[in-house]
């Protein structure tokens, strides 16, 4: 089955900038939409198809997509970005199914 | 402003069958994709599945064999039933709204403030 692969955790200090990586054999193909889950609450889309930023959504957020890479960028991060972050896109399967990347622990201190 | 809030059960016993809805408030179900995602305590997003407002389904491949997902356009209502379930369901279930650049992705615009089903004796 198909699998997106993200590192388990990420730490930086504030102000610095934040990578997280999600790595999938079909993201040539498909986009990637990046997700922000803080503790007890659902997760919030913050990059969709790949690199757009939904409204509302800080400029410190970014993504980008080469290959079959697809990397979320927070730029200058604050205290308030520590979340887990996941990424999530479907297959080249016929029905698209939906596939989330293990997630990534973000810690800003 | 489009709302969801799933209801059901909070504990289900071993090998019975889950079952929650999520209504849809603030907007109309048809003509959008609706999805079900899970979440075990301490654990990662699983994708179970979308369903159309047709009665179209996609299910993960590993929960398909348990999975039914229906759609109550009159109700403005979706459904998740998952069979012969066990301590590794346990999880909280949210249910979301479906944006889909077709053939290239999909995003979840709106989500279920989230249940936690318990599977327990």
């Known amino acids: 089955s198909y699998e997106l692969t993200q590192p388990p955790s990420v730490s930086v200090s504030p102000g610095q900038t934040a990578r997280i990586t999600c790595s999938g054999d079909a993201l040539p193909k498909k986009y990637a939409y990046w997700y922000q889950q803080k503790s007890g609450q659902a997760p919030v889309l913050v990059i969709y198809e790949d690199s757009k930023r939904p409204s509302g959504i800080p400029e410190r957020f970014s993504g980008s997509s080469s290959g079959t890479m697809a990397t979320l960028t927070i730029s200058g991060a604050q205290v308030e970005d520590e979340a887990d972050y996941y990424c999530?896109?479907?297959?080249?399967?016929?029905?698209?199914?939906?596939?989330f990347g293990g997630g990534t622990k973000l810690t800003v201190l | 402003q489009v709302q969801l809030q799933e209801s059901g059960p909070g504990l289900v016993k071993p090998s019975e069958t889950l079952s929650l809805t999520c209504t849809v408030s603030g907007g109309s179900i048809s003509s959008y994709y609706w999805s079900w995602i899970r979440q075990p305590a301490g654990k990662g997003l699983e994708w179970i599945g979308r369903i159309y407002t047709s009665g179209s389904t996609n299910y993960n491949p590993s929960l398909k064999s348990r999975v039914t997902m229906s759609v109550d356009t009159s109700k403005n209502q979706f459904s998740l039933k998952l069979s012969s379930v066990t301590a590794a369901d346990t999880a909280v279930y949210y249910c979301?709204?479906?944006?889909?650049?077709?053939?290239?992705?999909?995003?979840?615009?709106?989500w279920g403030q989230g249940t936690l089903v318990t599977v327990s004796s």
């Open positions: 999530y896109s479907t297959d080249s399967s016929g029905n698209h199914r939906g596939v």
């Open positions: 979301a709204r479906v944006i889909k650049s077709i053939g290239f992705g999909e995003l979840f615009d709106y």
